[in-house]
């Protein structure tokens, strides 16, 4: 159930009121300075009705409970929100709207109008969430005026409802007809990698997500700063999908750009290497790191599902630092997937080259800018060559370095990216 909070109030005068008041202060304060009974009752009889017109204004009575059905689902699903109480409008005329996000599309609208002296008791509307996010949906404003239409009055009903739109990933009914065995699923195997198992690996400094068990408080007092001991997984391999959500990943078309692309692939590939056995994580690079350790199950699924619903673009320092400081919560040897537009070009492949040579498989899937800029533009710019030019070089230098690189163009679906990149 939506918060409740406290009404807020606005009363607005509009143009035709402000005239009325003007002629009944000018015709009160002529009657007076001339000594004109006729124009000092004709302004007070003016006045008179302004005010009347506004306590008819502030007449509506009554409330509304707002209630929201799903609060949680994914991307092209429909919510259903209504509105039930008693509202009446004895001398006004009444519009009832609620607020919803752009990217949500209400068939028929979420405007409703009272005539003076009517009744609501219940109304709503269903809306279809086009795109993934954290949304607020309201509140209703009750817009009261009236019959001359001089003042007005807004107050905001119901609170709001908080609704979570979910990346949709690829149907479960795709995953067989990939193709086999995928090079970037090792699966239920014996790794060397670090997790949840009993063999001693190394240590290394402590992050604030790691459980207390772990801390070596002998190399800890060495040190002078708390240290933690890595164990091998003994069945599952950690993958680490590294998603760049800096600010001008966001830049484009609303639907269709680098970000929302890299986010609607990220979705589907944690699904498929979820079911291949596998632990996943996941770093979201933005105006800082965050980090979400390795797991598996249902419900880390939905756990990530949750943290891309809530990415948006931010921040703008250099890829090639914000990797390496990632690389420090990376399991050794673990495989990796960054998923990036590469905007800065060469100047990106100093952090590329220190992931390569910390031992980690990479696979890079890259949403390409120049391309959409193109699809913008329909004009090749100097820039546009340029960007084209440092693309493929960068793009030599990872397959040389041992990595696999994905140029995921506009035309290509989701599927299709996933059974090249799994393939």
């Known amino acids: 159930m939506p918060d409740n909070p406290e009404q807020d109030v606005r009363r607005r005068v509009t143009g035709k009121g402000y005239l009325i008041l003007l002629l009944s202060l000018t015709m009160i304060l002529a009657g007076l300075s001339i000594s004109s009974p006729f124009f000092s009752i004709t302004g007070f009889t003016a006045l008179l009705y302004a005010v009347s017109s506004y306590l008819r204004s502030a007449s509506v009575k009554g409330e509304l409970e707002r209630h929201a059905d799903p609060t949680e689902l994914f991307e092209g699903g429909r919510v259903r929100v209504s509105f039930e109480g008693r509202l009446k409008a004895p001398g006004a005329n009444v519009v009832l709207q609620d607020e919803v996000p752009p990217t949500a599309y209400v068939k028929g609208g979420t405007r409703w109008r009272l005539p003076a002296g009517g009744v609501v008791r219940r109304v709503g509307y269903r809306a279809k969430m086009k795109l993934r996010g954290m949304y607020r949906l309201g509140p209703l404003k009750v817009v009261s005026e009236d019959p001359g239409g001089h003042f007005t009055i807004e107050r905001s009903l119901s ?51 790691d459980p207390f068990k772990i801390i070596n408080w002998p190399a800890t007092a060495r040190r002078r700063k708390l240290m933690v001991n890595q164990y091998e997984a003994e069945s599952l391999t950690d993958v680490v999908i590294i998603l760049d959500a800096r600010e001008w990943t966001g830049r ?61 673009p931010r921040g703008g320092g250099p890829l090639k630092e914000s990797l390496k400081v990632a690389a420090q919560h990376l399991s050794p040897s673990s495989p990796l997937v960054l998923l990036t537009p590469l905007t800065e070009g060469m100047d990106a492949w100093e952090g590329l080259e ?21 699809y913008v533009t329909e004009v090749k710019t100097p820039r546009y060559v340029l960007t084209k030019i440092e693309r493929k070089a960068l793009t030599s230098l990872l397959v040389k370095g041992g990595a696999r690189f994905y140029d995921m163009k506009l035309s290509h679906t989701v599927r299709e990216v996933l059974e090249e990149v799994m393939g």
């Open 159 to 209: 609170g709001e409802s908080r609704i979570t739109v979910l990346p949709r990933p690829v149907p479960a009914g795709v995953l067989p007809r990939l193709r086999a065995p995928p090079r970037l699923l090792p699966g239920f195997s014996h790794s060397r990698s670090v997790g949840q198992g009993k063999e001693f690996h190394s240590i290394r400094e402590y992050y604030p997500e």
């Open 252 to 312: 484009g078309d609303l639907y269709r750009n680098p970000l929302e692309d890299s986010i609607k692939v990220a979705a589907s590939l944690i699904r498929l290497l979820l079911a291949a056995r596998n632990r996943v994580g996941l770093v979201v690079i933005g105006e800082g790191i965050k980090y979400i350790r390795p797991a598996a199950g249902e419900k880390h699924f939905r756990s990530l599902l949750h943290e891309l619903a809530a990415v948006s």
């Open 354 to 374: 220190f992931l390569l040579s910390l031992g980690h498989p990479l696979t890079v899937i890259s949403p390409d800018p120049a391309e959409r800029e193109y």
